[in-house]
């Protein structure tokens, strides 16, 4: 049975032409839906992977994980949000399962909310020497995302990229909401710092503009 | 902390209007920069003002990442679809 959806939450996902009769033929079983559905969300997918994880391995490897996983529940979805969105709460789990087994705290409260001092955003923020110099473009924005210490990166991009409330993220991260909202606005301040000075910024891995 | 709406705005310190930020962002519904509250403030503190304006590109800016500009190579769906050809589908 399908659920009537809610409109608020295809804002940020708008339903892709094709979308909605691929899963529901991926359902009944048929691969090419089911192909069909892997070609259209790929490349969010294994992008939201390589921002949480830094790593193209590491991204592939989860990106299969993730489709592999969304094979295996596709049956449990019910229309409730937007598909885009069931898939990257899916996946965004996924990865954090996998770094929680790895064993890297990177998710961990106190790691989250208490980055060492030297990646902590300094305190002087309101002063001019930290002021953006002009607008900022997609690949710098995008190097400087990387070089966020692992907490603040990933509550900003589950965030202010992925488009997630802080309830969700709460919920994802295993911490408060109003721990979420600080380590956002520790996050943009820390990116605005990098931003000044953006020729310091190190290429990202697995990026396009590294390969040109 | 003070409710903003029961405090002073114009005479806040930066410190303290740097403690209301996160939640002015979350529950502003609009630009902190063009918030008429914050008129004289913003005109006291150049620089509050100008962190804020930066802190909205940042924010802004970010929704243009959510377009993706990278792909996973071939090996990912060959992968996927070898190890979906032994998968019985499990129905919730």
């Known amino acids: 049975m399908q659920t009537k959806p809610n409109p608020g939450f295809f804002k940020r996902n708008p339903p892709i032409a094709g979308e909605a009769e691929a899963i529901e033929a991926a359902k009944n079983g048929d691969p090419e839906a089911f192909s069909r559905l892997y070609a259209l969300h790929k490349r969010r997918v294994y992008t939201l992977c390589l921002r949480m994880l830094g790593n193209v391995s590491e991204a592939e490897d989860m990106t299969q994980e993730a489709f592999l996983h969304l094979y295996r529940k596709l049956g449990s979805f019910r229309g409730e949000s937007a598909f885009s969105t069931w898939l990257h709460r899916l996946t965004v789990n996924l990865v954090l399962m996998h770094l929680r087994k790895k064993g890297l705290q990177l998710v961990s409260l106190e790691e989250t909310i208490n980055p060492s001092e030297e990646d902590a955003p300094k305190r002087d923020f309101g002063s001019r020497d930290n002021m953006l110099t002009g607008s900022v473009d997609r690949v710098t924005l995008e190097r400087a995302v990387a070089s966020l210490p692992p907490g603040y990166r990933m509550v900003f991009v589950l965030h202010d990229v992925e488009g997630f409330e802080h309830n969700e993220i709460a919920s994802m991260l295993e911490c408060s909401t109003g721990n979420s909202k600080s380590q956002l606005h520790k996050a943009r301040l820390k990116l605005r710092e990098l931003l000044r000075q953006p020729q310091d910024l190190p290429p990202v891995a697995g990026l396009t503009e590294v390969s040109r | ?59 802004e800016q970010a929704r243009s990442l959510f377009e993706p500009t990278e792909e996973p190579s071939d090996n990912v769906w060959s992968n996927i679809a070898n190890k979906l050809k032994d998968e019985p589908r499990v129905e919730e």
């Open chain 2, 1 to 59: 902390m003070k409710d903003l709406a029961t405090r002073n705005l114009d005479n806040m310190t930066p410190s303290e209007f740097e403690a209301y930020l996160p939640e002015l962002f979350e529950n502003g519904g609009g630009k902190i920069s063009e918030d008429p509250r914050f008129v004289n403030f913003f005109h006291s503190n150049p620089n509050c003002a100008a962190l804020v304006r930066d802190l909205e590109t940042i924010a």
